[in-house]
């Protein structure tokens, strides 16, 4: 069965999938990723106007890409919080994880300058959860490919296109 959806996997290939099967394909890239990161919850499922994805960018690409500077102090200042173990399994804590209800959309736009919550320390698994049922949920296409975790230490979030 052919899928609408892409998954950009860490080498940088794209393949097509169904959404079920992109989920578990990018499951595995997500938790074989062996650096700490970010992930923004992506209250995906709540969007229906729009074109969203959801990707993974690396400290370098956000300097490179000249995204705001509020991704680059976000993701800095979460990077720096993850110690210890996770909040709900008492695994090693990887990801800073803001949860739904942490950020708001405005225009369908993405406010990371309003997140001034401070992230749960998880663990891979623990904050994968989530982010299969918002991207299980979703019932648009992804225009562009979902990107997997990669390179370095970063930020996983929804962008609108």
Request: charged share 30%.
């Amino acid at each position: 069965m052919s899928g609408k959806d892409n998954l950009e996997y860490s080498n940088g290939k794209s393949k097509p999938f169904c959404r079920t099967h992109l989920i578990k394909e990018f499951e595995k890239e997500y938790s074989g990723f062996d650096k700490k990161m970010v992930v923004v919850y992506p209250d995906l499922e709540e969007k229906k106007t729009s074109d969203y994805t959801y990707q993974y960018y690396s400290i370098e690409e956000i300097k490179k890409f000249n995204m705001p500077d509020e991704v680059l102090e976000l993701t800095k200042r979460a990077l720096n919080s993850i110690s210890g173990n996770c909040q709900k399994c008492s695994v090693l804590a990887k990801v800073a994880f803001f949860g739904k209800g942490t950020f708001r959309w405005e225009d369908d736009s993405l406010k990371l300058e309003k997140i001034d919550k401070i992230p749960d320390l998880l663990c891979r698994k623990c904050a994968f959860r989530p982010i299969e049922d918002s991207l299980r949920q979703y019932q648009g296409y992804f225009s562009e490919p979902v990107i997997s975790p990669h390179k370095d230490e970063g930020i996983l979030l929804p962008w609108i296109l």
